[in-house]
């Protein structure tokens, strides 16, 4: 994927035109997302748009944080109160609410993207942002540890940079080497049963190479790959701040980096809004998260999630508004950039981030030999119920990894029959 930020200047303009051409009509939008760290300027945003847009009004409702988002969309199903727009996250969770999504080809902000979601020839989701991630480090601690982000490529750098920089720990004021948090029951199994797993799926390969996961969808496990990845992620907890990784919050994982306690961070560009509200003045980039003997320097770039449209809504026109004007005005323009710090997945926005690990995405994207992000093929709920428990239990005695690799080879087999 390479996306390019110049401005399409008459396609902006169209897009533009689309949207100032529908009339409000009175509607009350009820949104349902995920994303906490947007909240706020979401929540601003839609106040905005309601107090430009007279008679209409949006109402957000966020559930995220590990929360079983789409647990709590299944319960509105059945209560009768299915959200005007709501996420989801990819094709396992479009084949489980396909029924209440409604086919957006025909959107102005359709040819403005080239991550729009699609099945079978049509749009379905509109893309809420880039993200992506690799392992965020504070620039500071590791000069003053003389590890070179660059070299961090294999996952042999990392071993010993680690072990450098836990030898130096007390004079660098470190509590560990890495933030990470893999607790299911502070609902922080994402990082790793999703986002971290999320290198085994892709890392390495090009950036539509799918193989590793389809591979596993058919219930099979690549033994001398994964064998390789659970050394990456023995180490990762070995060197990890125990009491966030076993039991940490995302503010807890967050602030512990932010206060320069630890050199890394195992978190994407979505952290930036919460780095800047914690005053973070360090230079931070990001090294790849480099599991394999041979050399690994992409980063993992997706869009993460789509807002769909219930067409079975009275307020199906009005939903579909709102996401154009998010897309195609510079006020929607100014929300997902400015104020959301998202990287926008529309061609037209002119805006460049201020986060700095969306800047770092930003340059990885322009340079290319990034890595795919597929988590979003696996059945509904696997990341949660299925791999995140098992991340839980190998973070808890990380000596034991060829229990690790039994249990992991035993989740993938059940996967079809998920």
Request: proline share 4%; with cysteine; glycine share 10%.
């Given at each position: 994927?390479?996306?390019?930020?110049?401005?399409?200047?008459?396609?902006?303009?169209?897009?533009?035109?689309?949207?100032?051409?529908?009339?409000?009509?009175?509607?009350?939008?009820?949104?349902?997302?995920?994303?906490?760290?947007?909240?706020?300027?979401?929540?601003?945003?839609?106040?905005?748009?309601?107090?430009?847009?007279?008679?209409?009004?949006?109402?957000?409702?966020?559930?995220?944080?590990?929360?079983?988002?789409?647990?709590?969309?299944?319960?509105?199903?059945?209560?009768?109160?299915?959200?005007?727009?709501?996420?989801?996250?990819?094709?396992?969770?479009?084949?489980?609410?396909?029924?209440?999504?409604?086919?957006?080809?025909?959107?102005?902000?359709?040819?403005?993207?080239?991550?729009?979601?699609?099945?079978?020839?049509?749009?379905?989701?509109?893309?809420?942002?880039?993200?992506?991630?690799?392992?965020?480090?504070?620039?500071?601690?590791?000069?003053?540890?003389?590890?070179?982000?660059?070299?961090?490529?294999?996952?042999?750098?990392?071993?010993?940079?680690?072990?450098?920089?836990?030898?130096?720990?007390?004079?660098?004021?470190?509590?560990?080497?890495?933030?990470?948090?893999?607790?299911?029951?502070?609902?922080?199994?994402?990082?790793?049963?999703?986002?971290?797993?999320?290198?085994?799926?892709?890392?390495?390969?090009?950036?539509?190479?799918?193989?590793?996961?389809?591979?596993?969808?058919?219930?099979?496990?690549?033994?001398?790959?994964?064998?390789?990845?659970?050394?990456?992620?023995?180490?990762?907890?070995?060197?990890?701040?125990?009491?966030?990784?076993?039991?940490?919050?995302?503010?807890?994982?967050?602030?512990?980096?932010?206060?320069?306690?630890?050199?890394?961070?195992?978190?994407?560009?979505?952290?930036?809004?919460?780095?800047?509200?914690?005053?973070?003045?360090?230079?931070?980039?990001?090294?790849?998260?480099?599991?394999?003997?041979?050399?690994?320097?992409?980063?993992?770039?997706?869009?993460?999630?789509?807002?769909?449209?219930?067409?079975?809504?009275?307020?199906?026109?009005?939903?579909?508004?709102?996401?154009?004007?998010?897309?195609?005005?510079?006020?929607?323009?100014?929300?997902?950039?400015?104020?959301?710090?998202?990287?926008?997945?529309?061609?037209?926005?002119?805006?460049?981030?201020?986060?700095?690990?969306?800047?770092?995405?930003?340059?990885?994207?322009?340079?290319?030999?990034?890595?795919?992000?597929?988590?979003?093929?696996?059945?509904?709920?696997?990341?949660?119920?299925?791999?995140?428990?098992?991340?839980?239990?190998f973070a808890q005695n990380p000596a034991k990894i060829d229990q690790f690799i039994s249990d992991m080879k035993k989740a993938v087999a059940g996967l079809p029959s998920m």
């Amino acid at each position: 994927m390479r996306r390019c930020i110049a401005t399409f200047l008459i396609l902006s303009l169209g897009l533009a035109a689309a949207v100032m051409a529908a009339p409000a009509k009175p509607a009350t939008i009820t949104m349902f997302q995920l994303k906490v760290e947007i909240k706020d300027a979401l929540d601003a945003y839609a106040a905005k748009y309601g107090a430009a847009n007279p008679g209409v009004t949006v109402k957000v409702e966020t559930l995220g944080g590990g929360a079983d988002f789409a647990g709590a969309l299944k319960a509105k199903i059945q209560a009768g109160q299915m959200p005007d727009i709501f996420v989801i996250e990819g094709a396992g969770q479009y084949n489980v609410f396909k029924d209440y999504i409604a086919d957006l080809s025909d959107q102005p902000w359709v040819k403005d993207t080239d991550l729009a979601f699609k099945a079978n020839g049509k749009v379905y989701g509109f893309p809420v942002a880039i993200e992506g991630y690799g392992l965020a480090y504070n620039a500071d601690i590791l000069k003053k540890a003389g590890v070179d982000p660059a070299s961090l490529t294999t996952r042999a750098a990392y071993e010993t940079a680690f072990a450098a920089i836990d030898a130096k720990k007390k004079d660098l004021g470190l509590d560990a080497v890495v933030s990470m948090a893999a607790s299911v029951s502070g609902g922080m199994w994402w990082v790793a049963g999703q986002h971290n797993l999320a290198a085994y799926w892709g890392g390495g390969l090009k950036f539509d190479d799918t193989s590793v996961i389809q591979k596993a969808l058919k219930g099979q496990l690549d033994d001398a790959r994964f064998a390789q990845y659970a050394k990456y992620v023995q180490l990762l907890f070995k060197y990890a701040d125990k009491n966030i990784l076993l039991n940490g919050s995302y503010d807890n994982q967050v602030s512990s980096f932010a206060q320069g306690k630890t050199a890394f961070l195992h978190q994407g560009n979505w952290v930036d809004p919460n780095l800047k509200q914690l005053g973070v003045a360090f230079k931070i980039g990001y090294a790849p998260h480099a599991f394999l003997d041979v050399e690994q320097k992409g980063l993992y770039l997706f869009a993460p999630s789509w807002y769909c449209v219930n067409p079975k809504s009275p307020n199906a026109a009005a939903a579909k508004a709102f996401l154009a004007a998010m897309a195609g005005t510079a006020e929607g323009h100014d929300y997902m950039v400015n104020q959301a710090g998202m990287i926008p997945a529309f061609k037209s926005v002119k805006l460049q981030p201020k986060g700095q690990l969306s800047q770092a995405l930003m340059a990885a994207n322009a340079k290319g030999g990034n890595y795919g992000v597929f988590f979003g093929m696996l059945p509904d709920g696997a990341g949660q119920n299925v791999f995140g428990p098992i991340y839980d239990l190998f973070a808890q005695n990380p000596a034991k990894i060829d229990q690790f690799i039994s249990d992991m080879k035993k989740a993938v087999a059940g996967l079809p029959s998920m």
